[in-house]
């Protein structure tokens, strides 16, 4: 992988590498808690990313992130 393809996003305090600028609802929740299933229960809110700026992802969804410094926080709701 080149090292020009590699964006950094923090995801719970821990950095991650990613390949692409785009980034899933799907692969920030299985990053944040690997082995565990991918479902719309988890809260998934971000800051400093491309486009938008911040908000909240929702699953299915998708976030143009920067080349280093996006901010997630993904959190189990209590919805089932």
């Known amino acids: 992988m080149s090292r020009d393809k590699e964006f950094v ?14 980034v899933t609802y799907d692969k920030v929740v299985t990053l944040a808690f690997p082995g565990q299933p991918v479902t719309p229960e988890y809260a998934v809110t971000f800051e400093h990313a491309q486009h938008p700026k911040k908000g909240t992802l929702a699953s299915g969804g998708s976030v143009t992130v920067k080349k280093h410094g996006t901010i997630f926080d993904v959190t189990p709701t209590n919805r089932s």
């Open 9 to 22: 996003i923090v995801i719970n305090g821990t950095e991650h590498e990613v390949a692409g600028e785009v």
